[in-house]
C-alpha cells in the first residue's frame, strides 16, 4: 500500500506539471461544457489528486467529481467529459488534430445522450487558445444574433421557423425571465419605512443604549410572486408549438419557484418532476418518456375535470395564476367544458389563455371549443412567436393590463 | 407514573379503541412505528378522514397533554415557538432606570429571561412536562408556507430550537409529533423524508358502522346501517368533493336529532348540506339521484338481512 503511495507522489512530482496542467485543460473542458469551473477548483482539484495520490481510475473519478460537481443535473457531463478525456495520456490533443476537419459537419446520425451535443461543442468547438483560431471564431460568429437578425426572429411563428431558427429562438427562450407581479404576504421584513412597529427589534435597541433610548424600529409586509401553474395542450393540432412550450416551461421552471407544469392531450400528465433538471435535453426527454398522447386528439372538458378533481386543491392553494396554452379546437363534448373551466376560474387567481390562433388578425372565435371557455378567462393572449412570449411578462406584471375577453370575443 | 407506549400492533390497535378511534391495520403499524422510532407521524388525506383525532386520542389514551399547532399563511417564530413580553420588558426596564444602580448588561439579561419569554405551541413541546413527552400536532401543515416547513425541519430532526438571547433549548424527550396535511400543496420531500408517511383513506363500510357505533351511540341500528351503506355508495359517485367520516357522524347526529328510525328521500334531500358542500355535488344528487342511491341501498341491506 505504502509503494503504491509513494509510487503515486512520486509520479506526481515527477510529472506533475504535467498532471496539473491535464486537469486545468480538464477544467477548462468541464467550464466551456457548462459547469461552474474557475481557477479555484483546478488549484482544489489539483491538491485533492495530489492528496488522494493517483490509484485507481475511480478514485481519481470521485476525487475529481468532488471537487468539480456541485448539482445532480452536472454530474451526466462531468461524467461523460471524464471518460472522454480521461481515456489515455493525450487524447485530447489527438483528438483535436484528427477530428477538427470534420468538424464543420454536424453529427446528427445517432441519438445523442442528454448533454452530450454541448460536450462535443465544448471539447471540438469554441476552443480559442490553439491553431484552430480562424475556424472556431466563425462558429463564434454563427452562435451569435446580430440585432436585426433577432428582431426578425422575435416576430417570426414558431411554425415557419427552420431548424437553425428553432434552435436560436430556443436559446433565446432559455434567456427569458417572466418578471412577475407579487403578491404581499403574510410575513414581515424589517423596513425603516415601514408601516408598523417592530417591537422586537425596537427591545433589543433600546437595551443596546442601556434601555434610556427608545428608537422605534419598523417592519412591512414581504411580497412574492403568486404561484403558477401551466396547463399546456400537446395535441396533434398544436404539435408544431409544442415543442417550444416545453422550452418555455423548462425556463419558467428553472427560473423560479414554486411553478407546476401539467401536459394534456387525451389525457394530463404532469412533468413538474421532469422538468426540474437543469440540463433542458435531459429535462425533455425524460417529459417525452413521462407522456403518451402526444400529437393525439384532444378532450380539454376531459383533462381539465380530471385536474380540478385531483390537482387543483393541490396546486392552486396561495393564489396561483394559471396560463392555459391550447387552441381550444375540442372534439368532446362541450357541456362538460364549460363547467370545468368555470370551476378552474373560480379557482384560481388568474386565468391566462394562451392561443396560438390569436397570430391571425382576422381570428374570430368560431369553434364551439373556443366560445365555451372565452367567457371563463381573464386574459387572452397570443402565443406564436417569441414576442408574445415577451409580452406575456407584461400581462403578468399588471393586475389590469389583460385584454378583457369581452373585445376578443366581439 | 408514565404511561407506556403500546409494545406492538395489536395493541396500539386497543389502545385507539379504547379512545373510541376505530382504525384498520395499516395505520396502527406506522403509528406504532412512530411511537417505537420516535419519527414525526405525518398523514395525509381528504378533509374529514379523522386525521386530527388521532392525535386527540392518542394524547387522552396516553394520558399525555396536547399541544396543538394549528397553521395558516404566514405563521412565523413568534406565534409558533416563543415571543417576549414586551410590554413587561419595557416595565422592567422602566424600574431599572428608576432605581438608577443597574448596569446596561444587567438590565439586558434581567429583561430577555424565562420571566419574560411567551411560549408557543413548539417550545411547550420541547419543555420537559411531568406525565411524559407530550403530543404535539401541527394541524393541516399545507396552510403554511415553505419558510415555516424549512423551519420544522430543525425542530423535528433534533427536536431543539434556537433562542438566540437564550441559547439552544433541546428536549429531554421528544414529543410524540403527528403532521396532518389536506394536501392543498406538496409538501417538500425533505421534511417528508424525516417523517413516517401515511395516506388515511375513507374506512369500508365494516369500519364505518363500527365508528358510527363507537361515536354515535345515540342512532338506531337500523338507521346506522342505511347511513353508513347511503354514503359508501355516494363515494362511489362522481364528485367534488366526497363526504368524510366527519360527514357521516354529523349526518347521523343530525338524523337522531329528527328522531327518524329510517331513510327516506325527503329527509336525505332536505339533509344533504351536512353530507356534501358544493353545490354543484347537491345539485347533483338532490331528488331521482337520491331516491335511486336509497332504493339500492335498501335493496342490498335486505338482501344482507336474509
Known amino acids: 500500500m505504502n509503494d503504491v503511495r509513494q509510487t503515486a507522489d512520486a509520479l506526481a512530482e515527477v510529472e506533475g506539471s504535467r498532471l496539473a496542467e491535464n486537469i486545468m485543460h480538464f477544467g477548462r473542458v468541464l467550464r466551456r461544457a457548462g459547469l461552474p469551473v474557475g481557477p479555484g477548483q483546478v488549484l482544489d482539484a489539483v491538491e485533492a489528486v495530489q492528496a488522494c495520490g493517483i490509484g485507481w481510475r475511480s478514485d481519481f473519478y470521485w476525487t475529481l467529481h468532488s471537487v468539480f460537481v456541485h448539482a445532480r443535473h452536472q454530474r451526466d457531463i462531468f461524467n461523460q467529459a471524464f471518460h472522454v478525456f480521461w481515456r489515455k495520456p493525450g487524447y485530447l490533443e489527438a483528438m483535436m488534430s484528427t477530428m477538427i476537419p470534420q468538424l464543420a459537419i454536424p453529427v446528427r446520425e445517432r441519438e445523442k445522450a442528454p448533454g452530450e451535443a454541448r460536450l462535443s461543442e465544448a471539447l471540438f468547438g469554441g476552443a480559442d487558445d490553439d491553431s484552430e483560431g480562424p475556424e472556431s471564431e466563425l462558429i463564434e460568429l454563427d452562435a451569435r444574433l446580430t440585432f436585426s437578425a433577432e428582431e426578425i426572429l422575435r416576430k417570426k411563428d414558431f411554425e415557419q421557423m427552420t431548424v437553425d431558427e428553432q434552435a436560436q429562438a430556443k436559446a433565446a427562450i432559455a434567456r427569458l425571465r417572466l418578471k412577475r407581479r407579487p403578491v404581499k404576504i403574510r410575513r414581515f421584513r424589517r423596513d425603516p419605512g415601514g408601516s408598523r412597529v417592530d417591537l422586537r427589534a425596537t427591545m433589543r435597541a433600546s437595551l443596546r443604549h442601556g434601555g434610556r433610548l427608545v428608537d422605534l424600529k419598523r417592519k412591512e409586509r414581504q411580497t412574492r410572486p403568486p404561484p403558477l401553474v401551466v396547463l399546456c395542450d400537446i395535441s396533434g393540432s398544436m404539435s408544431s408549438y409544442s415543442r417550444m412550450f416545453l422550452h418555455f416551461m423548462h425556463a419558467l421552471s428553472n427560473d423560479r419557484e414554486r411553478i407546476t407544469c401539467f401536459l394534456f392531450g387525451t389525457r394530463l400528465t404532469n412533468i413538474t418532476r421532469h422538468l426540474e433538471r437543469r440540463d433542458v435535453d435531459e429535462a425533455l426527454d425524460r417529459v417525452s418518456e413521462a407522456v403518451e398522447d402526444w400529437s393525439g386528439g384532444t378532450r380539454i372538458g376531459a383533462c381539465l375535470k380530471e385536474f380540478n378533481y385531483t390537482w387543483g386543491r393541490r396546486c392552486l392553494g396561495q393564489g396561483a395564476e394559471v396560463l392555459l396554452i391550447t387552441d381550444g379546437l375540442d372534439r368532446d363534448d362541450v357541456a362538460d367544458l364549460e363547467g370545468e373551466m368555470d370551476r378552474l376560474h373560480r379557482s384560481c387567481r388568474r386565468l391566462t389563455w394562451l392561443n396560438p390562433l390569436l397570430r391571425y388578425d382576422a381570428f374570430e372565435p368560431k369553434a364551439s371549443g373556443i366560445r365555451t371557455m372565452l367567457p371563463h378567462v381573464d386574459a387572452f393572449r397570443p402565443v406564436h412567436n417569441l414576442e408574445s412570449l415577451e409580452e406575456l411578462a407584461n400581462v403578468l406584471m399588471n393586475d389590469r393590463a389583460a385584454m378583457p375577453p369581452a373585445t376578443a370575443a366581439a | ?306
Not at chain 2, 12 to 30: E, F, K, P, W
Not at chain 2, 269 to 291: F, P
Open chain 2, 1 to 306: 407514573m408514565m404511561k407506556t407506549l403500546p409494545a406492538s400492533i395489536d395493541a396500539t390497535q386497543d389502545l385507539l379503541a379504547s379512545g373510541d378511534y376505530i382504525c384498520d391495520r395499516s395505520l396502527a403499524t406506522v403509528l406504532f412505528l412512530a411511537l417505537k422510532m420516535g419519527r414525526p407521524l405525518f398523514l395525509e388525506g381528504e378533509a374529514g378522514v379523522g386525521k386530527t383525532e388521532i392525535a386527540k386520542v392518542l394524547a387522552e389514551t396516553l394520558g399525555r397533554r396536547l399541544i396543538r399547532l394549528q397553521c395558516y399563511e404566514g405563521l412565523d417564530v413568534a406565534s409558533a415557538v416563543y415571543e417576549w413580553n414586551y410590554s413587561a420588558q419595557m416595565i422592567e426596564i422602566r424600574l431599572a432606570e428608576a432605581e438608577g444602580t443597574v448596569k446596561r448588561d444587567d438590565v439586558a439579561d434581567a429583561v430577555f429571561s424565562e420571566k419574560f419569554l411567551i411560549k408557543r405551541p413548539l417550545l411547550q413541546a420541547i419543555d420537559s412536562d411531568e406525565a411524559g413527552p407530550p403530543v404535539l400536532l401541527i394541524d393541516e401543515l399545507d396552510r403554511t408556507d415553505e419558510a415555516f416547513e424549512a423551519f420544522l425541519l430543525e425542530v423535528l430532526s433534533d427536536f431543539q430550537v434556537t433562542i438566540p438571547e437564550l441559547g439552544t433549548r433541546k428536549a429531554e424527550a421528544p414529543p410524540l409529533v403527528v403532521i396532518t396535511s389536506n394536501r392543498t400543496r406538496e409538501i417538500h420531500d425533505a421534511l417528508k423524508r424525516r417523517c413516517l408517511y401515511h395516506w388515511v383513506d375513507y374506512p369500508d363500510a365494516e369500519r364505518e358502522r363500527a365508528i358510527l357505533k363507537a361515536r354515535a351511540p345515540g342512532a338506531p341500528e337500523k338507521l346506522a346501517a342505511e347511513i353508513v351503506a347511503f354514503v359508501q355508495s355516494l363515494r362511489r359517485e362522481d364528485l367534488f368533493k366526497l363526504p368524510g367520516v366527519a360527514e357521516t357522524l354529523d349526518w347521523a347526529s343530525a338524523l337522531t336529532e329528527l328522531d327518524k328510525i329510517a331513510l327516506d328521500p325527503e329527509t336525505i334531500d332536505d339533509t344533504l348540506g351536512v353530507l356534501l358542500k358544493y353545490q354543484d355535488d347537491i345539485a347533483k344528487i338532490q331528488g331521482s339521484e337520491a331516491k335511486r342511491l336509497l332504493d339500492q341501498v335498501k335493496a342490498e341491506l335486505s338482501v344482507a338481512a336474509q
